[in-house]
C-alpha cells in the first residue's frame, strides 16, 4: 500500500486512478529491487529496457572517464524517474551509470509494454504517454539549467550560480542542498579543494553562510 501511496503522487501517475493504478503496474511489468548504499543500479555500457522509479532513498546518475573522473548529471529522490531516456531511445550500451546514495528502493518498468500497451492498460495510455512527455520537457529544461552553472568561467561564478538557482527555487535565502561537498564539486565540474576554499572566502567577505549542505545568502 505505501508503494501506491508513492507512485499516485508521482508526476507520471497523474490523473490515472488509484484502484486501476495495480492492474495498470502488471501491464508494464513492474518489479521492485532493493539497493544498498553505494549499490550500482545501472551499470554503464549495458543495454536499457526499462527505466526506474525511486520509491525510497536517493539515486545520483553519474558520468566516469577514463582516468576515473566523476560527474554528477543528477539527482532522484522518492516519486522521481530516471533513466527514461536511455530506455526508449534503446541505447545499446548505457554511457552513465545509476548510483544508491543510500539505501534505496527502485520500481522498475518496461519501457516496451509502454510503447505497446496490453488492452489493460489502453484506458490510460494517453495519458501515460503525456505525463512522461511533460517529465521529459522539465528534464530537459534541468539539464539547460546545470549547463548555465558549469559554462561559467571560474568556480566562484558557478558556485554563486547554482546557490542562486536553490534558493529561488526554494523561495528563500536559507536553504538545503543535495550534495556533500564532493558531490557538488562532482556536480559543477571544480576541484573540490578549489571550490572549498572559494566558499570560505565567500563566507569571510559577508556573502554566504553553510553549515555542511544548509546554506544561507545574505
Same mark, same amino acid.
Given at each position: 500500500?505505501?508503494?501506491?501511496?508513492?507512485?499516485? +503522487?508521482?508526476?507520471?501517475?497523474?490523473?490515472?486512478?488509484?484502484?486501476?493504478?495495480?492492474?495498470?503496474?502488471?501491464?508494464?511489468?513492474?518489479?521492485?529491487?532493493?539497493?544498498?548504499?553505494?549499490?550500482? !543500479?545501472?551499470?554503464?555500457?549495458?543495454?536499457?529496457?526499462?527505466?526506474?522509479?525511486?520509491?525510497? @532513498?536517493?539515486?545520483?546518475?553519474?558520468?566516469?572517464?577514463?582516468?576515473?573522473?566523476?560527474?554528477? %548529471? /543528477? !539527482?532522484?529522490?522518492? @516519486?522521481?524517474?530516471?533513466? $527514461?531516456?536511455?530506455?526508449?531511445?534503446?541505447?545499446?550500451?548505457?554511457? !552513465?551509470?545509476?548510483?544508491?546514495? /543510500? $539505501?534505496? $528502493?527502485?520500481?522498475?518498468?518496461?519501457?516496451?509494454?509502454?510503447?505497446?500497451?496490453?488492452?489493460?492498460?489502453?484506458?490510460?495510455?494517453?495519458?501515460?504517454?503525456?505525463?512522461?512527455? +511533460?517529465? %521529459?520537457?522539465?528534464? +530537459?529544461?534541468?539539464?539547460?539549467? *546545470?549547463? @548555465?552553472?558549469? /559554462?561559467?568561467?571560474?568556480?566562484?561564478?558557478?558556485?554563486?550560480?547554482?546557490?542562486?538557482?536553490? #534558493?529561488? *527555487? #526554494?523561495?528563500?535565502?536559507?536553504?538545503?542542498?543535495?550534495?556533500?561537498?564532493?558531490?557538488?564539486?562532482?556536480?559543477?565540474? !571544480?576541484?573540490?579543494?578549489?571550490?572549498?576554499?572559494?566558499?570560505?572566502?565567500?563566507?569571510?567577505?559577508?556573502?554566504?553562510?553553510?553549515? *555542511? +549542505?544548509?546554506?544561507?545568502?545574505?
Amino acid at each position: 500500500m505505501a508503494v501506491y501511496e508513492i507512485l499516485k +503522487n508521482t508526476e507520471l501517475f497523474r490523473g490515472i486512478k488509484e484502484d486501476a493504478l495495480s492492474a495498470l503496474l502488471g501491464c508494464l511489468g513492474a518489479k521492485a529491487v532493493r539497493y544498498g548504499k553505494n549499490g550500482t !543500479v545501472l551499470p554503464a555500457g549495458e543495454a536499457l529496457s526499462a527505466f526506474g522509479i525511486v520509491l525510497s @532513498g536517493l539515486v545520483q546518475v553519474v558520468q566516469e572517464d577514463y582516468f576515473g573522473n566523476r560527474d554528477i %548529471l /543528477s !539527482v532522484f529522490g522518492p @516519486g522521481e524517474i530516471f533513466g $527514461e531516456s536511455f530506455a526508449f531511445a534503446e541505447t545499446k550500451e548505457l554511457p !552513465v551509470s545509476a548510483v544508491a546514495v /543510500s $539505501e534505496s $528502493e527502485i520500481l522498475f518498468l518496461d519501457c516496451r509494454r509502454i510503447e505497446t500497451p496490453c488492452a489493460n492498460a489502453c484506458a490510460f495510455h494517453a495519458l501515460l504517454i503525456r505525463n512522461l512527455m +511533460n517529465i %521529459l520537457a522539465r528534464k +530537459n529544461v534541468a539539464l539547460t539549467r *546545470k549547463i @548555465g552553472f558549469t /559554462s561559467r568561467r571560474t568556480t566562484r561564478e558557478k558556485l554563486l550560480a547554482y546557490l542562486s538557482a536553490e #534558493a529561488r *527555487k #526554494a523561495g528563500k535565502s536559507s536553504f538545503a542542498i543535495p550534495f556533500s561537498r564532493q558531490e557538488l564539486a562532482d556536480y559543477l565540474s !571544480v576541484d573540490r579543494s578549489a571550490m572549498s576554499a572559494e566558499l570560505s572566502k565567500m563566507r569571510r567577505e559577508g556573502i554566504l553562510s553553510f553549515w *555542511k +549542505n544548509e546554506f544561507t545568502l545574505l
